[in-house]
């Protein structure tokens, strides 16, 4: 399967989600170890463990100073139970739960420019991390801007 480039007009987005709390969404040029390094060094602090699929581009997080479990979609994994408790601590359905949620968002809104992809992603982002809807997402909001 092919990945995006700006290049190619289908710019590629790295999301990066903690279980349970914030999302960090961030534009790439490219899908290349060099480019997702520096994003993941300044977000993500040195040891955590971090959970991808087998995706060749994350196969140095180890040598970058993280722990890594990958599930293998290619094989029909999905989740993985490594402790035999019955919970399946390996996935990533939490950040494929996020891509769902943020295409579904896009979808109507086709044909947004690179150059206003970066305001729509900050915006879906911020309106995640603050999780509020309605009235109260406009006072974060508002909050946001006088402070």
Not at 21 to 46: C, F, H, S, Y
Not at 54 to 77: A, F, N, P
Not at 97 to 122: A, M, N, T, V
Request: glycine share 10%.
């Amino acid at each position: 399967r092919g990945r995006g480039t700006l290049a190619k007009e289908k710019p590629p987005i790295l999301g990066l989600i903690q279980r349970g709390g914030d999302i960090a969404l961030k534009m790439l040029e490219n899908v290349k170890q060099k480019t997702i390094e520096p994003i993941i060094r300044t977000t993500i602090a040195p040891g955590t463990l971090i959970y991808t699929d087998e995706y060749d581009i994350y196969g140095r997080l180890t040598e970058w100073g993280y722990q890594h479990k990958t599930v293998c979609h290619s094989k029909g994994e999905f989740a993985r139970d490594e402790d035999g408790d019955g919970f399946c601590e390996v996935h990533v359905n939490t950040i494929e739960g996020f891509w769902s949620l943020l295409r579904s968002w896009l979808r109507p809104r086709r044909g947004i420019s690179q150059e206003k992809l970066p305001l729509y992603l900050g915006f879906f982002e911020f309106v995640h991390n603050v999780r509020r809807r309605g009235k109260a997402l406009l006072g974060s909001l508002l909050n946001l801007i006088l402070n």
